[in-house]
Antibody, heavy 123, light 108 residues
């Protein structure tokens, strides 16, 4: 069965950096685009970033562009999100989600999700 | 940017009720609209994609309709396990994927 397991969250001081990971199993990871979605405490879902199946294309929400970097290692079945210059408003549960498609497009939907990892930005 | 607005933001209903949640896009998104369900402390779950299509394993009491800018999610007969928060999401403006603000469905 498809499993996505995030890790790497924690309490981080403002301005610091962090890398969160998502390990995939139960499917051919290199066949699917992948996303990061976050959810601030008590708030709704916010799409953060997407990467194509081979890592050749990446896109970001305006709110994180220039500060976050999405990447993947298909040999390790792992998705990453490197977050720089963290701000209080980046406090959220970060979910990885599998795209239903190899290359994200209009038909994309997020068909499997991990359980999330909490990042708290606080001094 | 395309904005997605759901109504109502919260809703109280009873087991057995028929419930409709509305999602409106700020511009046309054709039929590129998905719905997710999220229970407290859990990850979201895909319910419906492409306006109408039920994800595998989703009960048939869930249905979707609409096109252009106005969409609805209908639950024909509420079950106890359906009390959750529901989100619409547009994929028209790929690679930017916008969610609605959510509709919390509570037990009356």
């Amino acid at each position: 069965q498809v499993q996505l397991v995030e890790s790497g969250g924690g309490v981080v001081q403002p301005g610091r950096s962090l890398r969160i990971s998502c390990v995939a199993s139960g499917f051919t990871f290199s066949d699917y685009a992948m996303h990061w979605v976050r959810q601030a405490p008590g708030k709704g879902l916010e799409w953060v970033a997407v990467i194509s199946y081979d890592g050749s294309n990446k896109y970001y929400a305006d709110s994180v562009k220039g500060r976050f970097t999405i990447s993947r290692d298909n040999s390790r079945n792992t998705l990453y999100l490197q977050v720089y210059t963290l701000r209080a408003e980046d406090t959220a549960v970060y979910y990885c989600a599998r795209d239903s498609r190899r290359y994200f497009d209009w038909l994309s939907n997020f068909d499997f999700w991990g359980q999330g990892t909490l990042v708290t930005v606080s001094s | 940017d395309i904005q997605m607005t759901q109504s109502p933001s919260s809703l109280s209903a009873s087991v057995g009720d028929r419930v409709t949640i509305t999602c409106r896009a700020s511009q046309t998104i054709s039929t590129y609209l998905n719905w997710y369900q999220q229970k407290p402390g859990k990850a979201p779950k895909l319910l419906i994609y492409g306006v109408f299509s039920l994800q595998s394993g989703v009960p048939s009491r869930f249905s979707g309709s609409g096109s252009g800018t106005d969409f609805t999610l209908t639950i024909s007969s509420l079950q106890p396990e359906d009390f959750a928060t529901y989100y619409c999401q547009q994929s028209y403006s790929t690679p930017i994927y916008t969610f609605g603000q959510g509709t919390k469905l509570e037990i009356k």
